[in-house]
Every structure is written in structure tokens, then in C-alpha cells.
């Protein structure tokens, strides 16, 4: 919706003057959002409310201590269906692969984590939600 709004001019129609726009203005939308998504589970990594690593997070899931389970999309999916059968009342997110939650936790990669229940928690469930419908809108 975004590339036909800007190859139709829509925001300038919409504004009644001017506007430009940049030619990739899905993909900047697309990049902040995903950049919020990370900065919103890297505050809560510093907050002490998200951990990494199959085991924690497994010892995290049995103590009911889980509001997000965030999952590399490259992930093997045998790990990733043992982990989400303790969570059924947990938000699953699976939209970085394991170099980008990495990045969060200081490592190289990492494949699982998971937020405690809180505000962080909401926000990232929220900014996720955003970022997952956005992908999802678009056309390959």
C-alpha cells in the first residue's frame, strides 16, 4: 500500500501540496520498525527482564516467568516446537534470525529468548505486531 501511495503521489493528494517522498519508503518504514523491535528487546535485556540460551529459557518458560518467546526465524523448528509447547499463554515472536538477536544479548548468535512479563514485554509484543502486519502487507 505504501509503494502504490507513493507511485500515485496519494501523500501529496492527501496533504494538498507538495510532498516528497522517498522512492523506498516501505523499505524505511520497514527498517525503523524492525530497528524498534530490537532496541525494545535490548532495553529489556538491560532491564534484567530478558534472557538468551535454550536452557534459561526453557527454566524460564517452567516457572511461568515468560510474557515473550522470541525465536531466530532461521532456527532448527524441533527446538523451536519444544519451547513453544511451554508457552502456550506466551506471545510468540519469530521475526530476526540468530545474528540479530545476538546482537541484543552480545554474541554471535542467539537462537531463543524470552521477556518477562512487564511493560517491555507489552512493547515489544506491540512493536513486533506492527512489524509483523507490515511484512505481511506486502507484496514479494
Known sequence: MVNTAVTKRLFAKAARRAVSTPDDLAGLIERILHRRCLDALALARRAGQ?????????????????????????AAPDGRDKLKALAPGAVVVDLFDAAELGAVFGRDHAVHACVAP????????????????FRQDQTP
Open 50 to 74: 530478558a534472557v538468551a540460551g535454550f536452557e534459561k529459557v526453557k527454566a524460564e518458560l517452567k516457572s511461568g516467568r515468560v510474557a515473550v518467546l522470541v525465536q531466530a526465524s532461521d
Open 118 to 133: 512487564g511493560g517491555l514485554a507489552r512493547r515489544l509484543t506491540t512493536e513486533a505486531a506492527l512489524l509483523g502486519g
